[in-house]
């Protein structure tokens, strides 16, 4: 990805520091970072950050197989 032309076709870069958002992996397999607005209306952001840190806040996230992040049992009825 050319950064130096995402910084000089653009708008001023503004923090997305503390921005909520989803991580959605696309119908091709790419993540995006999805961030909706308060009409519900949604902006994705392709990620080209390299070591982006990340706090998971959802209590339907659960680590499996020591290697695998998915939906609880529950919500995937295991």
Do not use: C
């Not at 989803?22 to 790419?30: A, G, P, V």
Request: proline share 5%.
């Amino acid at each position: 990805m050319n950064h130096v032309a995402i910084i000089e076709d653009a708008l001023p870069p503004q923090s997305a520091n503390e921005v909520t958002g989803i991580l959605i992996r696309t119908h091709n397999q790419n993540y995006v970072f999805r961030v909706y607005d308060a009409n519900h209306n949604f902006k994705d952001y392709d990620i080209a950050h390299s070591d982006l840190q990340i706090t998971i806040d959802d209590p339907d996230a659960y680590f499996y197989m020591d290697s695998v992040l998915d939906h609880s049992p529950a919500t995937l009825r295991l």
